[in-house]
């Protein structure tokens, strides 16, 4: 097998997503841009919110936060890049719960930056059922790309 080293991104040339059997309830691509860019001011908000308060003088919510931010992270590379739509779920249901956890370990510390996440919660969980639904609807979907990440956004892969 032929290894190779790219920059971690959805290149113009990859239409694996485009080709994909999708829900019609699948929303149009151009939403997730937006929705995304409100949800990351929002956890970046609530993230602050808690550090004004108590810096990083408690461990847990850190940990907490620190570990849904790196599932959320990791999700697109999984999904995306490695075509992995079961590893997307697997990595999304992880997020759902580290999303839980830290709006409960947030809101004793500051109220307003656990509420700041529900809405965040509200679209990875309808994220959450459209992964699934995609897996549903597309079996043999998922390539044998097996990836490494290395640092610098760069990772190597099996093709």
């Known amino acids: ?14 239409d694996w997503f485009d080709n994909l059997v999708k829900p019609s309830w699948n929303p149009p691509n151009w939403v997730f841009g937006p929705v995304w860019t409100l949800l990351y001011f929002m956890i970046a908000l609530s ?17 907490v936060f ?14 995306f890049v490695g075509h992995q739509l079961l590893g997307g779920l697997i990595d999304i249901l992880l997020m759902l719960v580290f999303i839980i956890l830290n709006i409960s370990v ?13 809405p965040y919660l509200a679209w990875v969980t309808f994220a959450t ?10 079996p043999d979907a998922s390539t044998s790309h097996l ?9 190597l892969c099996n093709n």
Not at 1 to 14: F, L, N, P, S
Not at 106 to 117: D, H, M, Q, R
Not at 147 to 155: A, E, H, L, M, P
Request: glycine share 4%; with cysteine; hydrophobic share 50%.
């Open 1 to 14: 097998k032929q290894w190779y080293q790219r920059r971690v991104a959805i290149t113009a040339g990859d």
């Open 47 to 63: 993230a602050f919110k808690v550090y004004r308060k108590i810096g990083f003088s408690q461990a847990l919510p850190w940990m």
């Open 66 to 79: 620190f570990i849904q931010i790196t599932l959320n992270f990791a999700w697109p590379l999984i999904f």
């Open 106 to 118: 947030f809101i004793p510390v500051e109220k307003s930056a656990g509420l700041l996440l529900l």
């Open 129 to 138: 059922y459209l992964n699934y639904t995609l897996w549903r609807l597309n």
């Open 147 to 155: 990836c490494y990440i290395f640092s610098d956004n760069v990772f």
